[in-house]
T-cell receptor, first 117, second 113 residues
């Protein structure tokens, strides 16, 4: 059984379009994340949700909006896509990172490869 | 802020030992992770260090020195399947109430016969 799944795996679209990427985890985790991995391979945190509440929102454009219908899902909606949005987007989850005391590992989805033309 | 530095690329021979270094500067420290990422795949967890010293797990070991802001990942008896990118991630002081780790750019390891 897949722990963290994302759809679609590949997404090719035109500049200016609006698109969504879906993420689901079946691990019963409380916290989910969206990361962007650019061509230089940096994994940068975009959003994190804990129990359906946004707990950190890095300085990403407001064209990006995370939506969490329930604890197991965190979708990413992108408006007015730009060339610079081309990257691999990873969803991840963890039991909880709020305490910072426990050995908490993140489980990553397979990634969505977005190409904006 | 946080700054994490690792070599961009390393090469090694099958059966050998390789050490991948990671240095970091953070405000606060709450643990260091190593992840493995094969090309086109998701990062997968390898190890976690929060106290100084060596953590061994099979062919992989990870070392941490908090006073030096330094860690390394040691891979023994290298296999071709170990060719991958190795990401160092550090969890610093909490931001917004959460301890989300910051990732380095990764070290691409190429294992050749």
């Amino acid at each position: 059984d897949t722990a963290v799944s994302q759809t679609p795996k590949y997404l090719v679209t035109q500049m200016g379009n609006d698109k969504s990427i879906k993420c689901e985890q079946n691990l019963g985790h409380d916290t989910m994340y969206w990361y962007k991995q650019d061509s230089k391979k940096f994994l940068k945190i975009m959003f994190s949700y804990n129990n359906k509440e946004l707990i950190i929102n890095e300085t990403v454009p407001n064209r990006f909006s995370p939506k969490s219908p329930d604890k197991a899902h965190l979708n990413l909606h992108i408006n007015s896509l730009e060339l610079g949005d081309s990257a691999v987007y990873f969803c991840a989850s963890s039991q909880d990172l709020l305490t910072g005391a426990a050995q908490e590992t993140q489980y990553f989805g397979p990634g969505t490869r977005l190409l904006v033309l | 802020g946080q700054n994490i530095d690792q070599p961009t690329e390393m090469t090694a021979t099958e059966g050998a030992i390789v050490q991948i270094n990671c240095t970091y500067q953070t405000s606060g420290f709450n643990g260091l992770f190593w992840y493995q990422q094969h090309a086109g795949e998701a990062p997968t967890f390898l190890s976690y260090n929060v106290l100084d010293g060596l953590e061994e797990k099979g062919r992989f070991s990870s070392f941490l020195s908090r006073s030096k802001g330094y860690s390394y990942l040691l891979l023994k008896e290298l296999q071709m399947k170990d060719s991958a990118s190795y990401l160092c991630a550090v969890r610093g002081a909490p931001a917004g109430g959460s301890y989300i780790p910051t990732f380095g750019r990764g070290t691409s390891l190429i294992v050749h016969p």
